[in-house]
């Protein structure tokens, strides 16, 4: 996990739907959560409505397995005009708590969205 200490934006248990023909999560379905935790934090940032439109890079470390409970970290890394790029990682907890794993991380970029849905300049960050 990262070196900061903070809570997961979303913490999640997959269920058995979610699981392909060899026994792990889809990576779609991991993919997803990303995406919605990675979207609160923009959003934040952004303070109103943000869209995904890229994901700069993606690594599948370790297979996320159906017992296993999931927390999604996310923050800000770069900022810019109109677009962020969130780092988004992933952490198993498994075997009823006792070890964790992070399964995967990426860097997803969303874009600012003004009220027809076209990019808009980010706010000023808080000083």
Do not use: C
């Not at 058995?16 to 940032?45: K, R, T, Y």
């Not at 370790?62 to 992933?90: N, Q």
């Amino acid at each position: 996990m990262t070196d900061k200490i903070r809570d997961p934006i979303l913490r999640v248990v997959p269920r058995p739907a979610d699981i392909n023909a060899n026994g792990h999560i889809f990576g779609g379905w991991v993919l997803s959560q990303m995406d919605i935790a990675g979207g609160i934090v923009a959003a934040e940032v952004a303070q109103g409505a943000v869209a995904t439109v890229a994901i700069e890079s993606m690594e599948f470390i370790a297979p996320i397995l159906l017992r296993d409970v999931i927390s999604v970290y996310a923050h800000l890394e770069k900022r810019g005009r109109t677009s962020m790029g969130i780092r988004i990682e992933v952490v198993a907890t498994r075997d009823g708590g006792k070890t964790q794993e992070k399964v995967t991380e990426g860097l997803f970029t969303f874009v600012a969205l003004d009220e027809n849905h076209r990019p808009r300049p980010l706010p000023e960050p808080a000083a």
